[in-house]
């Protein structure tokens, strides 16, 4: 049980265009999703946290306005990177809460602007 | 900020060999800490954990030591297997609600048979 999903796991696209990063809970209802990013041999950094039917809260330094995060059901939340840039290229991450220990993770997405 | 330290690797031992992997952390108020592992291409998964000074996490052969006292949750085995080879990565909460996560870079650990 507990499986997360991320869709897609690798994304290609060209600088200046937006991209839409999903987040899914398979089994379990998630309150509470968060998103990490994590840059090569580096550690993953929280992002944003975000509440299902709520605005997401952003780490100090992220970009709201860069970085939109949905979390439109108890299952799916989303990513979105805007006007995307050759230094948004990156590993992101999500998890979904369940529970105030307990963390599952997606396997991530590989996203890559050119 | 909280942070964590974790020694870098890769760290390459042994089929059978003791292992540690070294984590301190630097937090206010009182953490929960943890260690997770990710197997290549997989999302990284709960190994253990532990949500006040000195518990003690277990799992698979697994332990850590919630030590306040020295701020670490070291990670021991006693005899590693060829399937332990993965990154781990020691982690912590502040919280006591649904928060995110402060991960250390984690340790790429290598076991040869």
């Known amino acids: 049980g507990a499986v997360v999903s991320q869709h897609p796991s690798w994304v290609i696209c060209k600088s200046g265009t937006s991209v839409k990063i999903e987040c899914r809970s398979l089994?379990?209802?998630?309150?509470?999703m968060f998103w990490y990013r994590q840059f090569p041999k580096q550690s993953l950094m929280l992002m944003a946290t975000?509440?299902?039917?709520?605005?997401?809260?952003?780490e100090q330094g992220v970009e709201k306005d860069k970085f939109l995060i949905n979390h439109a059901s108890l299952t799916l939340s989303t990513l979105t990177v805007t006007s995307a840039h050759p230094e948004d290229s990156s590993f992101y991450i999500c998890?979904?809460?369940?529970?105030?220990?307990?963390?599952?993770f997606g396997p991530g997405t590989r996203l890559t602007v050119t | 900020g909280d942070s964590v330290t974790q020694m870098e690797g890769p760290v390459t031992l042994s089929e059978e060999a003791f292992l540690t992997i070294n984590c301190t952390y630097t937090?206010?108020?009182?953490?929960?800490l943890f260690w997770y592992v990710q197997y290549p291409g997989e999302g990284l998964q709960l190994l253990l954990k532990?949500?006040?000074?000195?518990d003690k996490g277990s799992n698979k052969g697994f332990e850590a030591t919630y030590r306040k006292e020295t701020t670490s949750f070291h990670l021991e085995k006693g005899s590693v297997q060829v399937s332990d080879s993965a990154v781990y990565f020691c982690?912590?909460?502040?919280?006591?609600?649904?928060?995110?996560?402060?991960f250390g870079k984690g340790t790429h650990l290598i076991i040869q048979p």
């Open positions: 998890s979904a809460s369940g529970g105030p220990y307990e963390q599952y």
């Open positions: 089994d379990f209802q998630a309150t509470t």
């Open positions: 975000s509440n299902e039917g709520s605005k997401a809260t952003y």
């Open positions: 937090a206010t108020g009182y953490p929960s």
């Open positions: 532990a949500t006040k000074a000195d």
């Open positions: 982690a912590l909460k502040a919280g006591g609600g649904a928060d995110g996560l402060t």
